[in-house]
């Protein structure tokens, strides 16, 4: 029989990558770093929609993961549980942590009603100070967080503390932005989406004034796993393609990003006012510009992940 259970601990939202710092720039399902931050339960829909529309994705990340039954695994910010999902169908049993408890919720909810033959647990939790013990999960998950947390070598640190001799960390970070138009679009200037990944990189910049507690950490992500003592560290980039017509999720998650723009006054304040006026055009379903009218749309985008494995013998830094 599987077991699913569920923990709502009490538990303060810092450091939660799915509430409020951080996000590439085009649109991931994150919000904003510094005065750009969108709030929970705006994060939470567009992660429900990004979740929808990139679950092939996931699975294939699954796979390149090798999650077998005989593993257990930590979704370490779980957020509303898409890549929970997919390790309750591979794995032997499932750890899922997030500080939101509405996360916790919309995972518990996701979890149960898709588990396979295997235990899972969703609760509250901090990444930053995991409550378990020294090489405890094969393979530690944590997906479009890392970036948020003011040590980034002491969490990624933390994850492979949890995790077993040979086992593996993977994180999701960086990637690729979607883009959905052609450059000439008739309409405007060409290259909007190019303005629009410039306005995010100024929407997305470093804040002015650092945070108490940041540690600065001026390089990569495969130099970040090195850092935290992983070796045998690898990247992927899992490539997303969707042509028109596209489907009512893709089309929403599109809707959805650009609508920000628009609605937002800090945001809108970032673009040219010809470009909010294309925008308001290619957005208005009773335009003739209207954007899903066109026969031409590619949605593109690229996720891309990063793995180490905890080598056997000692060598991951403490955060002690």
């Known amino acids: 029989m599987s077991e699913v259970r569920q923990s709502v601990e009490s ?13 590439d720039a085009g649109g991931d399902g994150h919000g904003g770093h510094g005065s750009y931050a969108v709030s929970p339960e705006e994060m939470r829909r567009s992660l429900l929609i990004h979740d929808r529309v990139f679950e092939h994705s996931h699975q294939e990340i699954g796979g390149w993961l090798e999650v077998g039954r005989e593993h257990r695994v930590l979704d370490a ?46 609760a509250t939790g901090d990444l930053t100070e995991l409550a378990y013990e020294d090489a405890t999960f094969d393979l530690v998950w944590c997906s479009r967080v890392i970036h948020h947390v003011p040590d980034m070598v002491a969490a990624v640190s933390e994850l492979a503390r949890v995790t077993c001799p040979g086992g593996t960390v993977a994180i999701r970070e960086g990637g690729f932005p979607f883009r959905v138009l052609p450059d000439d679009i008739g309409l405007g200037e060409r290259w909007l ?25 001026p390089f990569g992500w495969s130099q970040l796993l090195a850092d935290a003592g992983l070796v045998d560290i690898q990247a992927k980039t899992f490539g997303f393609d969707s042509l028109s017509p596209l489907l009512a999720d893709e089309e929403a998650w599109v809707t959805h990003h650009w609508r920000r723009w628009l609605t937002r006054a800090d945001w809108r304040a970032l673009l040219r006012p010809d470009d909010i006026e294309v925008m308001q055009q290619l957005l208005d379903p009773d335009s003739p510009h209207h954007l899903f009218r066109r026969t031409d749309l590619h949605l593109r985008a690229g996720l891309t992940v990063y793995r180490g494995r905890r080598p056997s013998e000692r060598g991951i830094r403490s955060n002690a």
Not at 11 to 23: A, C, F, I, L, T
Not at 198 to 207: E, T
Request: glycine letters at 16%; a negative charge; hydrophobic letters at 30%.
């Open 11 to 23: 538990s303060e939202p810092v450091h939660n990558g799915h509430s409020g710092r951080g996000s």
């Open 193 to 217: 989406e190019d303005r629009l990944s410039a306005a995010g990189v100024g929407r997305f910049g470093r804040p002015r004034e650092p945070r108490e507690g940041d540690v600065p950490y």
């Open 77 to 122: 910010g779980c957020g509303v549980g898409g890549m929970t999902a997919v390790f309750t169908q591979l794995a032997g049993s499932v750890e899922a942590i997030d500080l939101d408890k509405q996360n916790v919720a919309e995972t518990w909810t996701r979890v149960n009603a898709t588990a396979g033959p295997q235990n899972v647990r969703v």
